[in-house]
């Protein structure tokens, strides 16, 4: 899937936080959001990014923007527990 906010750098820091949680890279599916920048009135590239966990349906929706700090919130969730426990460490 081509992403027009999320880079190929963002992506494998996704999957290396999920394998060291445990997981398994098909067990998560992102959907960007990439906001139009003449529609939004904003000048800067955001958007949001959708995490779906597969096993057991939960989302959660992060704020996009040039940092790196959706990644940041989604490990936090993901050590909290949020989007459950990978299979087999329950």
Request: net charge negative; proline share 3%.
């Amino acid at each position: 899937m081509n992403y027009k906010l999320i880079t190929e750098h963002q992506l494998q820091k996704f999957h290396d936080l999920i394998q060291r949680q445990g997981w398994r890279a098909q067990d998560f599916e992102l959907q960007e959001d990439a906001f139009d920048p003449q529609k939004a009135e904003v000048e800067a590239a955001l958007g949001e990014v959708g995490v779906r966990c597969l096993a057991n349906q939960s989302v959660e929706v992060y704020p996009l923007d040039a940092g790196d700090e959706w990644l940041a919130l989604f490990s936090g969730d993901l050590q909290s527990g949020k989007f459950g426990r990978p299979r087999g460490t329950d």
